[in-house]
């Protein structure tokens, strides 16, 4: 725990690479913006090794949107897990993908510290 959250980290090993690096961070995001887990991301620059890593890690700290992070079927399926919690929150354009996908971000913004 730091500062009360779990942490994550990314195992790399001899065949890590930008693909497996994709998918720890598309899991991390479902698990901060779909579930509601908080969660502390941790990478030394050992971890780091292909210099996309770094852009992808630009995206996250600078607005939490991570460009062409989901394929489009995958964000279609976030997009539409949020339409009901948008909707509680008494947004009158709950059913815009943009809306959702916009109100998933926020949410892992918030859970996410990294």
Known sequence: FICG????????T????IAEFRMD??????????KGMSYCFIITDSQIVDK?????LNDMLASGNIPD???????ENVEGSMVNEVKATGHPDY???????EYFINKV??????
């Not at 001899?14 to 690479?17: K, P």
């Not at 992070?69 to 995958?74: R, V």
């Open 52 to 56: 996309q890593m770094l852009v992808y």
């Open 109 to 114: 913004r918030n859970q996410l510290q990294a």
């Open 14 to 17: 001899s065949t890590y690479g």
């Open 69 to 75: 992070l989901f394929a489009t079927d995958e964000r």
């Open 25 to 34: 961070v598309m899991e991390l995001y479902k698990k901060c913006g779909l």
């Open 5 to 12: 959250l779990d942490s994550y980290q990314i195992m790399v």
């Open 95 to 101: 059913g815009n993908k943009d809306v959702c996908w």
